[in-house]
């Protein structure tokens, strides 16, 4: 079992930055890769980036390219989310995810195969 808890979300104006982070406790955190979702209000959660357990691969949907950057620190059992040039439509509550299973390719990780949820973080960004 993993424990997920993120922070560093808040407030933020149109173009500008944030860092969510996602501390891990309970089992070792570098056995799992790591997914980070958002869910606007009234719409259904949605993929956002994920990592592998090493750091060495990541994948990102298309929303958050050139945007986004996910990375992590097994040394402090944290994944991060940096967001840059954020948008109005950016806002959402932000959830870091783990899976149970190990799996190869990030980019076949369906949101049902993420066991391990964290509570969310409020992310809004104004126009």
């Known amino acids: 079992q993993v424990q997920l808890a993120e922070s560093g979300g808040g407030l933020v104006q149109a173009g500008g930055s944030l860092r969510l982070s996602c501390a891990a406790s309970?089992?070792?955190?570098?056995?799992?890769?790591v997914g980070w979702f958002r869910q606007a209000l009234g719409k259904e959660r949605e993929f956002v980036a994920a990592?592998?357990?090493?750091?060495?691969?990541?994948h990102y949907a298309d929303s958050g390219k050139g945007r986004f950057t996910i990375s992590r620190d097994n040394a402090k059992n944290t994944a991060y989310l940096q967001m840059n040039s954020l948008k109005p439509e950016d806002t959402a509550v932000y959830y870091c995810?783990?899976?149970?299973?190990?799996?190869?390719?990030?980019?076949?990780?369906?949101?049902?195969?993420?066991?391990?949820w964290g509570q969310g973080t409020q992310v809004t960004v104004s126009s």
């Open positions: 995810a783990a899976p149970r299973n190990y799996y190869s390719d990030l980019s076949r990780i369906g949101i049902n195969e993420y066991n391990y």
């Open positions: 309970g089992r070792t955190f570098s056995n799992y890769a």
């Open positions: 990592i592998s357990w090493s750091g060495r691969s990541t």
